[in-house]
């Protein structure tokens, strides 16, 4: 698309924070450095861009950080982004400093922000996709959703022994909005009694049923999954609806929280987020743009952002039927 | 004060479980072992004495359980334990089984309960300190404390890195009713901004003032700790408080919850609980009653029950001191 | 291919242990519960087998288990099984239980043992893929892989920190006797200095080119991984080599071992080896036989065994390069 | 001894880094700007002060690093430091920058060359134990060692976990060279057969026994844990003496080495560090000088380095007495 060779490119991270995030700009930083090019790092995303913070970085700069949670870049909002004034002060910045690639690391909105800003001022870019939530096309898996299910699964596992303990119901409810790729992995890999996600909505009375038949069966431990954005409410809500149906209960809630978005990435991660920043710094030198770079079977794929950005990805029915048989 | 040599103790566990609490068990039944007694597991603390849920212990019964949180024994609350009729009930099982010598593993409701029908019928018991809160005298740690701590600073870790990624003000919320313990250790394990806990009340203005004063160094991560039971509430009332003083502020909350319940126990614990199982038996064959076993001063020391449960262990000075200065 | 509806299957795992083997009993004895047929668990692989070994599992004892690492049916060698005499006598046993299918969870070996049984006695068998070392094809990844890594990033964080306090160079030999998935996967994922596999000669020259070139950059760390079975020797030996060329160089050597083999499983193999164990139970049910049952882009296939054990897997291209890219 | 009041504070670690260093560098230097003190921080210890890498420290230095192992500013051996002529180099550097007092973070070797220094030059020093051996006197922990007790029995558990589903005897090397502080309580809170440490020798025919009594009882697990610096020889040279009287036995040998020096610092050794560091500072102040300040039953003391570094510090009776009863 774009006819320049691309001689420094700009890196940055929106968004909601993701574990690998920093092993992802440390891969943009090292190959571009690999390939001769030079890296500037765009502090607070798109706000950082129109603030004009944004700095030379180096291999010294990316030293110690592929194992840490986070992104030292930092991240925030932008409202002013949004506006046709907000990203003519960025585009001017970026002209500023001589930079003519972007690699924008972060989630849909992150990416449909690079597409817009492509679309009004043709710098070309490449999005990365980080997020805990997993819901981006054009990848079998997002930078930090693997993360995120280590950390749920750690945490339900410590939560067991206490339920196991006094024989109590638990009701934990995991990240993810509108996607229940989390709570379907945290289900199956804690031996959970039941899942409840935000695509498909289970009665209460499949729910009670569920538990009363796990209580003749003597299983040892009871635990619900709920993702936090699920129809029929948090886990809370519905701890207060089945304690209505099983009052003898010992019910207890944990809401995980914030606990998921941080902590060292785990060797996939890091593995994905490595491949992911050396792809994107090879797609720009290739002259693609517009585009996300994402692995599917193993593979590098670009897609273009706009595609990668319509959320059809959906949790595996294979999935959904396992977690259904073991937890019977 | 019992003359009859102790043959056959019975085992259990009550109250609010610790990691640790397995450990404890198996060291107990080890070196009853080891002494040539015999022992009883009782299922659920009281109540299961009360139920009769008593079963043989041997070496294989606690093979590979050191390393793991909770109890395999379980725990339970007994509302007839509080009864006489309920107490009887429970004597009689163990007269029954030929039990002449109790273990009770837990806080100072268990540790009361020990005390109370070691009055009423004269079987000789010794209690080991078994909660995560730290909160009996006696015993310069309880078993679970340690691990407890660790799990709130490693939840911490992880919340720091997206606290310090967005520039946000977090609130986390750790378990200690009415002893600051978990949270005092936490503030200054993990360099939190400042240290709520229910031994002292920190006025709102000293809160706010703190936070402002750190804005102006530009203090990378701003997270508060509040003990759950505290004076001034929870996280989220002060959070709530907070944010009207400081509008701006981009506020979390966590509340960690039972997590810091479970977990496999850290060596600290492990040890510690192994040490005062071995101790807990050989104080019963050295005709010891009525004591709970503690280590003070890395030194065995048996304390009357009456006394270590009455709740006089503070915070120690420093402490507070310290975790004052590092929060600046 | 065997026209006898399945009613009792026997479950067993074989070869070197790997975590989520568990995770993968767990999920054939409930997953055979769910579809109403019986398991028997065959204790240490083919010896039990022929030991007569063999117990009625239910899923009472297939709790609890889930995120424990090791295989509580065992599993050992069995000289006596390559024997016609002892596989007859392993058949006898097999029918004396009336255990008309099977399920074998272990690597290329367990699955060769597999095979030839089937051929010879036409029981049914399905094999599952469970092996540290990830050299199976027929599936993305074996169960233990995705932990095996994540143990190894995990010691390597640790010895960075005192690699980085100390200016010294490491050498770490992971795991992988003939294949070099661990090796590769850890030297990406903790940013090594370089890696040698199996696979490929890293002339010792391109090594030292190598570190030379770093020790200009001033690169805080210098990790080299080794693959146990690299023809350049293991960490020990290619250590010895590097001192003579580079004297003035602080060098130590860990050699990881059996810790990789250890541990609870994380997110993905426990999500695999769920996945993998109702698979292979409903392919039974299907009339499928002779197969090992994986995942390849997140679907379910069947592949023949005899096609399976023959390793042709190899490490991906792209993660050679990004590999060398992000060491340079 | 000095009258000058103290204002600007060299502060460095030395010898082997051990977790929790830089927890106790960020409370030397947050709590001297607290008492409006000035820090400078000298880089690899003495080689450093000899070399004149120094460098001033502000609250931001220090940010972000409570939680890591290692040590920022790193640490190095001298041979140099060992000469008059160095030491007076040094001193004119330290003059140079009007340093007029020194923290020394580190072992007893570290702490020998400050209080040489001292004599030779009458800068108030203050010594931190730091160290994960726990060999010093004037403290009843040295700050690292919690941490490595924890690294060392989660390696074990993970070990654990293949001995028992193989049936196999392992050896385990734990680090310590003149003190079984690691080894006694890694055998404790691993449920270990048996323990070797430098202070004990245990004859080859009383491990044999007891592993041939711990075959007839059926423990499913056989760890044995050995120091590396007994005298009856490593993990490998025992294992192989073991090997002669029990050529049945399947035998595993892993050296855990430098793993135990890394990692993020536990809860223990971060409030220890803390602690140290603030008293420290505080110590100096206060006119103290030629002391190491330590924690001894919850209490900040400060003992002179001479005392301290004499060795004497031996493994507690209780200890061995308990890890010989259960690991019967």
Known sequence: MSNNPITRIGVFTSGGDAPGMNAAIRAVVRSAKYYNLEVYGIYRGYEGMIQNDIKKLENINVGYILERGGTFLKSARS???RTP???KKAYDNLTAHNINALVVIGGDGSLTGAHLFYKEFGIPS??????IDNDLSG???TIGYDTACNTAIQAIDKIRDTAVSHDRLFF??????D???????AGIGSGAAATLIPERKMPI???IERLKSRAKAKKQSNIVIVAEGGKSGGALEISQ???KFLPNYDIRVTILGHLQRGGSPTSFDRTLASKLGVAAVEGLINGKADVMVGVINNKIVYTPIKKAIVDDKEVDEDDFRIAKILSQ
Not at 126 to 131: D, N, S, Y
Not at 172 to 177: A, I, K, P, S, W
């Open 79 to 81: 409202a002013e982004f």
């Open 85 to 87: 004034e907000g990203r």
């Open 126 to 131: 490449i999005g990365i996709p980080g997020t």
């Open 139 to 141: 990848t079998d898996s």
């Open 172 to 177: 934990v409810e995991v990240m993810g909005r």
């Open 179 to 185: 996607a229940g790729f989390i709570a379907v992995n």
């Open 205 to 207: 009375e499949t729910l």
């Open 241 to 243: 609806k089945v304690k």
